[in-house]
């Protein structure tokens, strides 16, 4: 679980870890995702999902008291049990508020999943959602993919750059947060490492890895930035991982990465949504683009957890997306902002590139000016996703220790 560090950390900073966010103090991010997200994600699902009446009597329940809500064992299915029994060994019985936030958080969902009744059904309780975002998103979609196709002449770089951009800006799509979306204070970058090191990372060969974060038009966004890794770097492998059943509302799933392709196949007036998706689609079925799913996503498990290290492999780039990858990394601990992103991150990996609008408390690898002028200018500036990073990890063979070889494989899409 979260208590094993990518080896090769000083023994001083497993002494002084600073501890894991939660929701006890009042003010903080936690609480309000406790006291007043999560009932509205819920009211959503009350309103919108096809519950039986003892369901829809604890969902309502949770919504009247949420700071009254523990952790109580979930009849998960039996491949998923074994992944769940140290979380529950340690939490059981606990208010969610006592448990850190980043844990409770996976355990509501996959709570919300039973009582929907996803794991008998398979249906997504949260694909209306999804859907909704696709449609709301159109007209930006086929803008982007046309002008993903003009940037195909050289330089490369010039065009990862913009799908670097697009990637990350378009983390802003987040349904489990409606209201940061279409803000009248539009988002801006307000750190990015040289952009120059984060192309070249990505354009350097072998195998590059895409941490997905949402579905639909983030989904979209993300396997555009696939397609200018691949054509940037022709020897190069890209994957996009997404996860295996539904979490966090709009995270994708492998099984919305055929509802994306199936979308786009319907829509009206989008002829370059359409061409871009054909060469996306093509250079899946040749094997350039890979899409998988990680079993272990959907469970509580940080990026340190020894269950994942199979997946880490040293030679691999990887691209984390999204606030709930970058959490997972650095184990959703209270971070000075400042602290180096190297000795934060807790996953044993060497080289990431982390692409996140900032929507969540965990924050580390910032410049000490760029946070102080925030802080002046925005005292919300961690959570209400009017700011977003592009950060470069890099370590030598030495700070990571010996990794692991090429990770067991997912299904693919």
Not at 343 to 354: K, N
């Amino acid at each position: 679980m979260t208590r094993h560090p990518p080896p090769g950390l000083h023994n001083e900073m497993e002494q002084n870890l600073p501890p894991p966010l939660d929701a006890r103090d009042s003010r903080s991010f936690a609480h309000r995702t406790l006291t007043r997200r999560v009932p509205r994600i819920v009211a959503g699902l009350l309103d919108t999902a096809p519950l039986t009446a003892g369901a829809r009597f604890r969902l309502g329940a949770a919504v009247a008291r949420p700071l009254e809500l523990a952790v109580r064992r979930l009849q998960l299915p039996a491949d998923e049990a074994p992944r769940w029994e140290p979380f529950f060994a340690e939490h059981e019985g606990r208010r969610l508020a006592e448990v850190p936030f980043f844990l409770w958080e996976v355990y509501l969902y996959a709570w919300l999943l039973i009582e929907a009744g996803y794991y008998d059904t398979g249906v997504d309780p949260f694909a209306l959602d999804k859907r909704r975002d696709f449609a709301s998103s159109l007209s930006c979609l086929e803008q982007a993919s046309g002008a993903a196709l003009e940037a195909d002449a050289p330089p490369a770089v010039s065009s990862l750059h913009r799908g670097l951009m697009r990637s990350l800006l378009a983390n802003l799509a987040d349904a489990s947060y409606p209201e940061i979306q279409g803000g009248v204070v539009p988002t801006g970058v307000l750190h990015a490492d040289p952009w120059s090191d984060l192309e070249g990372s990505l354009l350097a060969g072998g195998r590059v890895l895409i941490l997905a974060d949402n579905a639909m038009s983030e989904l979209w966004y993300d396997l555009l930035l696939a397609r200018a890794i691949a054509r940037g770097a022709p020897g190069s492998q890209v994957e996009l991982v997404v996860k295996r059943h539904p979490m966090f509302v709009s995270d994708a799933t492998a099984e919305d990465v055929t509802t994306l392709w199936t979308l786009i196949d319907e829509a009206g007036a989008a002829p370059s949504l359409r061409r871009a998706a054909a060469e996306v689609r093509a250079l899946i079925a040749s094997g350039r683009i890979g899409v998988r799913d990680w079993p272990e996503l959907s469970a509580p498990w940080h990026l340190s957890a020894p269950g994942l290290a199979p997946y880490l492999d040293p030679d691999t780039t990887f691209v984390l997306k999204g606030d709930v990858n970058f959490r997972r990394a650095l184990e959703d601990r209270a971070w000075s902002p400042t602290f180096p992103l190297e000795r934060a991150c807790r996953a044993p990996l060497r080289r990431a590139v982390f692409l996140r609008v900032l929507k969540s408390d965990c924050v580390a690898g910032l410049p000490a000016a760029a946070v102080e002028d925030v802080g002046h200018a925005d005292p919300e500036w961690r959570t209400n996703g009017k700011h977003a990073t592009a950060q470069l990890l890099r370590r030598t063979p030495a700070a990571t220790g010996t990794a692991a070889g090429p990770g067991p494989e997912g299904s693919r899409s």
